[in-house]
Every structure is written in C-alpha cells, then in structure tokens.
C-alpha cells in the first residue's frame, strides 16, 4: 500500500469509527426498527449504483462507435466491479443487482417501498431531483446525502468519484449491525433471510474483492499526480 493511501485512510479513521459506532445500530431492536433503517438508508444503496455508473461511464466507451478510453487497466477494474454490482445473485441464485436484492430484502420485511419506487419513477419521467424529491417524500437527510453523491459525479472528476466510491461507502458495516440482523433472522428468519444474504453479499463481495478493486482503481487514476491525492 502505498503511502497516499496510508495517509488517507490515517485521516479518515476518526471519521470511519464514528459511522461504525453511530448510535443508530444501538436503537435497532426489532425488525419494525429495521424496516424505518431500510426506508432511509435504501436511498444511499439506490445512489451507489449511480456513482458506479458514472465511474463506468468515465473510464470505458458505453456509446457507438466504440474506441478504447482511457488505460485497459482502469477498465478491467471498473467493469469487474459493475458486474459484481449489477448483476449478482440472490439467494436462489437469481441474477439481479445489488440494489435490486436490497429491494426483495425490504419487501420480505415488511419494509416501506413507496418512496423509492416513486422517486425513481418521478426521474424516469424526467422530473428534476428537487421534484422527484416532493413527489416521493423524500427525508432532507437522504436529500442530501443523494445531492453530494451527484455533485460528485456532476464533477465529471473520476479521481473524486473513485475516492468517494473507495473510502465512503466500502467496507462500513460494523459488526454489531451484522450481529444484530443475524439475530434478528434467527427469530424471523421468514422476514430477515433476505436482508442477511444481502449484508452477507455485501462484506464478501464489496468488502473484499471489490474493495482491492477500488483502491487499485485510485492508486491508477491519481498516479504521481500530489493535486489528486
């Protein structure tokens, strides 16, 4: 590892402990708890698979003709993780995304899909996220959290995007959440199953592979170059 990114991960870890000690895990105790978490957090599983997209989008050709953008490399690392993302399996081994199986996990517990559904539909119909927004009751948390992500990939700037992708939304979930769903699936495994593969899917597939993936996807793009890092 090299010493940009041991200087970085140094900086953000008082900022890494405190996601993994929120206080939000602690009040989490019944699985009507768990589905007002997954109402919100859905928003940030929904602009994830954006931010990738945009990263794809930058580093790869995805209009016609196609000619060869940017390095093999960075290629390779990007592609290998949209297919992972966008096309895993579920339980069954189903294929669908991540997104998608964070979607079958709020509808076998009983979770509020409302909001997402009509959000994503409101954008569909080319209504702006201010809009779509309104439309879907949308929390100003979540708002917000969804503005930075696409300020971010408004930026057009694939080092900042593969940083955010990299150091925000890898590897940050604690273990006592993990144990908490296990728990909780043990009790009502008829409501939880699903959810606990995803999270289960999530630190195997994202927290481990992927994650080699995007800090390799960084050490790339940001190079020799101190201004990226």
């Known amino acids: 590892m090299n010493s940009y990114i041991e200087n970085i991960k140094k900086t953000i870890d008082p900022l890494r402990q405190e996601i993994i000690n929120h206080k939000v895990y602690g009040v989490i105790n019944s699985v009507d708890d768990l589905n007002v978490f997954m109402k919100y957090h859905v ?23 196609w000619f060869p953008v940017g390095s093999a490399d960075t290629r390779f690392l990007i592609n290998e993780i949209v297919v992972g993302e966008e096309s895993d399996i579920d339980m069954n081994g189903v294929r669908m995304s991540h997104f998608e199986l964070y979607l079958k996990a709020m509808e076998q ?33 979540a708002q917000q959290f969804v503005d930075f992500t696409f300020d971010i990939i408004k930026s057009g700037k694939s080092h900042l995007q593969a940083a955010i992708f990299t150091f ?49 996807m960084v050490n ?8 990226k890092w």
Request: net charge negative; with cysteine; aromatic share 10%.
């Open 43 to 65: 928003f940030a599983v929904w602009d994830f698979m954006s931010l990738l997209k945009a990263l794809q989008t930058n580093l790869t050709c995805t209009s016609i003709p």
């Open 109 to 141: 517990s009983g979770a509020f899909t409302t909001g997402i559904h009509s959000f994503i539909r409101a954008l569909k119909n080319a209504s702006t996220f201010p809009e779509a927004y309104k439309v879907a009751n949308v929390p100003d948390a």
């Open 168 to 216: 925000g939304r890898e590897d940050l979930i604690p273990e006592m959440f993990m144990n908490l769903v296990k728990e909780l699936s043990t009790s009502h495994p008829e409501k939880i199953n699903s959810f606990k593969y995803y999270l289960e899917r999530h630190i195997e597939v994202d927290g481990d592979h992927h994650s080699h993936l995007a800090i390799e």
């Open 220 to 227: 790339t793009l940001c190079g020799d170059d101190a201004q």
